[in-house]
């Protein structure tokens, strides 16, 4: 398998030389928040800061990448570092029990034991009561680092015992110049697009390297089909069988309403034919219908996007769902 492409973390250097210092003058926090903007580098400052906490030399403000625990840091088997990520929609109580159990045991190294958990919006109010018992008591070295989204919530409690750092994305036209070196051969107008639906350039980075291109010239097709022929089903295909898709006619509503108050003409296929209420309306479809997959992974996406993708090529208002 191919190392993954990550953003240069030196985009970050002013965030990294605070935690480094921080880290010499024995002042970090044991509980650390990163909070982060969709497309900020969160998950790589995580893995910086946990691989810095258990590296074994002394002679560098950086992790040294040479030491036995640098090594097993890169190959994802380090007995000291533990990740915890959602199962499913979730984080459940099991998950944080068993997470406690491998706290409190003595670091296999010496150096300390470094937690992260992902998305820790997602904690059940059971999980997130029983991790609020970890953070209150944690054993001398160590550290956990909580990441999760700015506008996703966290029990109030966790947050009073969090060091908090904002992770901001990068600057649109600096990941897009990156995304540039990295995939010359890629158009600029479908890494432009893809940066604007995704918001990450890591992830726009190791979906092109795959078949993105190819989607998102797929999906713009059929939205286009959708849109000059009244013809739903290629469009209703595409998004059924890749339903991350759904984002991005999302995104497409907000452009066309943002073009209808502005004039702006944003990169990507548009409804021009639908006034700014309508658009309205149809927005709202896909809040809904978003908001329902959220809570029923089970619910047939392809029975309930028919009535959004209607209302997208009728002229009456959107009728309520």
């Not at 970050?12 to 990163?34: A, K, N, P, R």
């Not at 990448?65 to 190959?75: D, E, L």
């Not at 000291?80 to 003595?106: K, M, N």
């Not at 009073?160 to 994305?169: G, N, P």
């Amino acid at each position: 398998m191919n190392k993954r492409l990550t953003i240069p973390l030196n985009w970050y250097q002013s965030t990294l030389d605070m935690l480094e210092q921080q880290i010499i003058e024995q002042h970090l926090g044991q509980t650390l928040l990163f909070d982060y903007d969709e497309g900020g580098a969160a998950v790589e400052i995580a893995n910086w800061t946990a691989t810095r906490l258990l590296c074994q030399s002394d002679t560098t403000n950086k992790p040294c990448g040479y030491c036995h625990s640098c090594k097993m840091m890169s190959a994802h088997s380090h007995s000291d570092f533990y990740l915890l990520e959602p199962s499913a929609v979730s984080i459940g109580v099991d998950q944080v029990r068993a997470l406690q159990e491998w706290a409190v045991q003595t670091p296999s190294h010496g150096r300390a034991k470094v937690t992260v958990i992902s998305q820790v919006g997602k904690l059940t109010t059971a999980a997130a009561n029983a991790l609020l018992k970890v953070l209150e008591e944690p054993k001398a070295h160590s550290y956990f680092i909580l990441l999760k989204p700015r506008q996703t919530a966290l029990l109030a409690t966790i947050l009073s015992r969090s060091q908090r750092l904002i992770i901001h994305a990068p600057d649109p036209n600096q990941a897009l110049g990156w995304l540039q070196q990295q995939l010359p051969d890629t158009p600029n107008t479908l890494q432009q697009l893809a940066l604007h639906w995704l918001n990450d350039a890591n992830q726009v980075c190791d979906f092109l390297h795959a078949d993105g291109a190819k989607q998102i010239e797929q999906f713009c097709q059929a939205f286009n089909t959708l849109i000059q022929q009244g013809n739903i089903e290629p469009l209703h295909e595409q998004i059924s069988t890749h339903r991350d898709q759904l984002q991005w006619l999302g995104q497409v509503l907000i452009d066309s309403m943002h073009t209808k108050l502005t004039t702006e003409q944003l990169a990507g296929p548009s409804v021009a034919h639908l006034d700014s209420l309508q658009l309205m309306g149809c927005y709202q479809q896909f809040v809904d219908l978003q908001q329902q997959l959220n809570t029923n992974v089970a619910l047939n996406l392809s029975l309930q996007l028919y009535p959004l993708l209607l209302n997208l090529i009728e002229t009456e208002e959107p009728s309520a769902h």
